[in-house]
T-cell receptor, first 110, second 116 residues
């Protein structure tokens, strides 16, 4: 069965510092990986997906199949980046079902 | 575009009663809707997948007779928690997707259920 692991429950950084939110997955086939974000009192929304290979709000994530990782990175954290971040996985034949990690709360301090 | 609503946003019910939660796609037709459960400070756990006009597919460990899911139209799915007990208290979130959204899931705001 597929699994997504986010080892950090809370990550606290200072404004302007680099950010890396870790995500590792286990799945024997070729998964599709996503990062979702949930700002305070808002609904979950898609931040980026690996097949798009785009940068959203300064965030990027590269799928590393060798290390089975999909870490989320941003070179300079902003206060508005403070939110809950979830890594998620779907797979071919899975009916677009998502398996979520436990989430990492990012807190950007001034 | 691609807005999903849930109703109610918060509900309290007594143990033993049933409660229905609605999930609506407001500006697109959702061929598939997903229901998740989220405990405090924990991740979203998929409960079931419903395709319009078909029976829902439940994840392992989810009681289909307790959590009744109906997806009778392309814009509405309902989750009914039958004979609710305090352990059913949780945050229930739906999402919707379709070819129109390129199968991206759009999430509702969630419904907080408290069973007393």
């Amino acid at each position: 069965a597929q699994r997504v692991t986010q080892p950090e429950k809370l990550l606290s950084v200072f404004k302007g510092a680099p950010v890396e939110l870790k995500c590792n997955y286990s799945y024997s086939g070729s998964p599709e990986l996503f990062w979702y974000v949930q700002y305070s009192r808002q609904r979950l929304q898609l931040l980026l997906r690996h097949i798009s290979r785009e940068s959203i709000k300064g965030f990027t994530a590269d799928l590393n199949k060798g290390e089975t990782s999909f870490h989320l990175k941003k070179p300079f954290a902003q206060e508005e980046d403070s939110a809950m971040y979830y890594c998620a996985l779907s797979f071919t034949g899975g009916g677009n079902k998502l398996t979520f990690g436990t989430g990492t709360q990012l807190k950007v301090e001034l | 575009g691609a807005v999903v609503s849930q109703h109610p946003s918060w509900v309290i019910c007594k143990s033993g009663t049933s409660v229905k939660i609605e999930c609506r796609s407001l500006d697109f037709q959702a061929t598939t809707m997903f229901w998740y459960r989220q405990f405090p400070k924990q991740s979203l756990m998929l409960m079931a997948t419903s395709n319009e006009g078909s029976k829902a597919t439940y994840e392992q460990g989810v009681e289909k007779d307790k959590f009744l899911i109906n997806h009778a139209s392309l814009t509405l799915s309902t989750l009914t928690v039958t004979s609710a007990h305090p352990e059913d208290s949780s945050f229930y979130i739906c999402s919707a997707s379709s070819p129109w959204t390129l199968y991206e899931q759009y999430f509702g705001p969630g419904t907080r259920l408290t069973v007393t």
